[in-house]
């Protein structure tokens, strides 16, 4: 009986099995900690002032087109300063479906998100013969002639032109005993879990794996038969998908769309939400989202006559605290050593 005991004792301390015991306890800490996530973010709009539950759905908002930047640039490999442009055909498109045509904004985000996926496709196809920098100027290109093109005379009879366009906030189904502003949080939350989701599903794909080995060695990618034409192009339309819906809810959230509020430097900062949350990082986009929208404010607090600078030196001490962003930031604890206890032997 001590040889068998001694075997089970010694097969208990094999590799492979603390490794399995090591898996099922990060499964369970992922599912306690999404769990716990998801029980603040249920109560929290009834513990914050209307203005902050405004602060939270926008944070939201901006996580859904970062989640899209993130596939095109950190998934895929393609540097776009034009993301911008499809959050502005996205607002748009919600705009005018919702006041010219008395669309619902439930069926108003999908035909956003069908709208800026077409264009993100068409526009993805000529792009493919520009990589890098070169492709970072023609989406730069785009970025600042979408505001130019909808002050158009020619299409101010559906945008408004310079004053844009005003929306009507949506209320709460009849029954739920919520205000308009709690009612939008929710909705939100609901459609950034279900893109979010998607996202991570995704990039576990034999689709994601593609879309990671043509960022990592197009050649190689192109010799085990993946077509980067293809590929290429559609996230980029998948990208723009992402951005079109994030610019729908936010037009609806802030029930008003002009276009000079999609100019370059929402561009500008969605990059930099991406880079702040960690390229690559998929819940980054949430940390992202909260740095693009709440550091502007507090750097103008501390001045409001310099508060591009105090933007801009909070910005560089991040980065150079955290250069691989939130995501890196979090990897690097977690895989810092862990001091071992002195253990004694019984004689």
């Known amino acids: 009986m001590t040889g068998i005991e001694d075997t089970a004792s010694r097969f208990r301390e094999l590799p492979f099995s603390r490794g399995k015991s090591r898996v099922d306890r990060d499964r369970l800490l992922r599912i306690a900690t999404a769990t716990g996530l998801l029980g603040v973010a249920v109560a929290l709009p009834f513990a914050l002032h209307t203005f902050f539950i405004f602060q939270t759905t926008m944070v939201l908002i901006y996580a859904i087109a970062i989640i899209g930047l993130n596939l095109l640039t950190g998934f895929n490999g393609q ?9 502005a055909i996205g607002a748009y498109t919600a705009a005018i479906l919702m006041e010219k045509f008395g669309v619902s904004y439930v069926w108003a985000l999908p035909a956003a998100a069908v709208i800026c996926f ?15 920098v070169y492709l970072a100027l023609a989406t730069f ?24 366009l005003v929306i009507v906030k949506p209320d709460a189904p009849a029954g739920l005993p919520l205000t308009s502003d709690q009612w939008l949080y929710f909705f939100t939350l609901a459609v950034t879990a279900a893109m979010y989701a998607l996202a991570k599903n995704l990039i576990r794909t034999r689709t994601g794996r593609a879309l990671m080995a043509i ?54 900062a969605l ?21 693009i929208l709440l ?17 801009g030196l909070m910005l560089i001490l991040l980065m150079l605290v955290m250069p691989g962003g939130f995501g890196g930031f979090l990897r690097l604890i977690s895989m810092a050593p862990k001091p071992s206890s002195a253990t004694t032997k019984a004689p």
Request: hydrophobic share 50%.
């Open 118 to 132: 077409v264009f993100g496709f068409l526009f993805g196809l000529p792009a493919l013969r520009l990589e890098g």
């Open 271 to 291: 990059l930099v939400g991406l880079v702040v949350g960690g390229v690559g990082w998929l819940p980054g986009a949430f940390f992202g989202g909260a740095f």
């Open 215 to 268: 960022r990592d060695n197009p050649l190689a990618a192109r010799s085990m038969g993946i077509n980067n034409a293809i590929y290429k192009a559609v996230t980029f339309g998948v990208s723009g998908l992402y951005t079109g819906i994030a610019g729908a809810l936010g037009a609806i959230v802030v029930q008003f769309v002009a276009p000079d509020s999609f100019t370059i430097y929402m561009s500008v």
């Open 79 to 87: 540097l776009s300063l034009g993301h911008a442009a499809f959050y």
């Open 141 to 164: 290109a785009l970025s600042v002639a979408t505001p130019q093109i909808l002050k158009l005379s020619i299409f101010e009879n559906w945008t408004g032109g310079v004053q844009g």
């Open 295 to 311: 550091v502007p404010n507090v750097a103008e607090q501390f001045s409001k006559g310099l508060s591009g600078a105090t933007y």
